[in-house]
């Protein structure tokens, strides 16, 4: 089963720093013309923000996540079904589902060949996966700039773009899409920023030693506390890998 310890100590404050609803609304209309006909499955959902705004789209949603503090969240905002289940081994009939979505949470899955062969099996011939996945790419301002550096410190993803494709083939899916789309919009200050690195809100870290955290953030919560207007808002617009994958009919 996915872990779930990391996520669980999260979900009070897992939206503050990430773009809350107003990112969660802006990924699910660049996921939902890509959708099959038909309801949608998001595993890993997390604390529901792509799901309520697949909901405001028109498109029935259940979500399913190992977390139930992340799905006690989610329910505070999206009244869809939600499901405490493993992207693993999905609580689904064969053939009973007719879109399968995730919003950076397959590379979180131990074995994403073995999750992708898991939607394969749920879904109804036709139906499709629709992955966004990848690190978020922005053009350089100044947060943008030490974002960079804290993502080259965290191990390689496993979710880039020729991996996704290959696992997905290896599934049986076939790939109809992929490429570096824009996703969302958001905004950060550098007291923010700090706080979510002081807090370890940044999902790497818990995974370390509190003295190593400290040692490896060092000089990143120098950078911050240097630059200028710490409360002022810096807005990017961010693209992330889109990989669209369809259950062949026959």
């Not at 629709?130 to 350089?140: I, K």
Request: glycine content about 8%; aromatic content about 4%; some cysteine.
């Amino acid at each position: 089963m996915t872990e779930s310890v990391t996520f669980d100590k999260m979900a009070a404050n897992y939206d503050a720093a990430r773009g809350g609803e107003g990112r969660g609304h802006m990924t699910a209309e660049t996921i939902s013309p890509h959708l099959a006909a038909g309801a949608v499955l998001e595993v890993g959902v997390g604390t529901g923000v792509v799901a309520a705004g697949l909901a405001r789209l028109g498109h029935t949603v259940t979500g399913v996540d190992v977390s139930q503090p992340m799905l006690d969240v989610a329910a505070r905002r999206f009244d869809g079904e939600l499901l405490v289940g493993d992207g693993m081994a999905l609580a689904f009939p064969d053939g009973s589902v007719d879109n399968v979505v995730y919003v950076h949470a397959l590379h979180l899955m131990p074995d994403m060949t073995a999750a992708l062969r898991e939607a394969f099996r749920v879904l109804r011939p036709g139906g499709r996966v629709v992955v966004r996945h990848g690190d978020p790419v922005a053009e350089a301002d100044d947060l943008v700039l030490i974002l960079r550096q804290v993502q080259a410190m965290q191990p390689g993803r496993p979710d880039e773009p020729e991996q996704v494709r290959a696992a997905a083939e290896a599934a049986g899916l076939r790939v109809l899409e992929q490429e570096l789309a824009a996703e969302y919009e958001s905004g950060m200050n550098p007291s923010t920023f700090i706080n979510l690195i002081v807090n370890r809100q940044v999902p790497f870290l818990q995974r370390l030693e509190p003295e190593r955290a400290t040692e490896l953030m060092a000089p990143i919560l120098a950078q911050l506390r240097a630059l200028p207007e710490p409360d002022r808002v810096r807005r990017q617009a961010w693209s992330c890998w889109l990989t669209v994958a369809e259950k062949p009919a026959g």
